[in-house]
């Protein structure tokens, strides 16, 4: 059962670590925009653009994470190999 243990703190490791290094980007992302719009207001439809898309890549890499840990979680490859060395 240990093997089953570490891969739920795997899974939540990731999925924290994830979360956390999106939240900063997509924050620093927003901010910028902001100042950009702010110094230039005419050029705000070209920034807001660009913005949506980065977000958009930002927010991907944070699906890819959970991705990952649903299968560490339900799909592991290894599950099977574990439970014959447990049944040992």
Known sequence: ????????MAAGLGMGLGSFGTGIGQGLAIKSACEGVARNPGASGKILTTMMIGLAMIESLAI?????????????????????????
């Open 64 to 88: 890819y994470v959970f991705v990952v840990a649903m299968i560490i979680l339900f799909a592991n490859p290894f599950t099977e190999e574990v439970i014959k060395l447990l049944a040992k």
């Open 1 to 8: 059962m240990e093997f089953f243990a570490w891969c739920m």
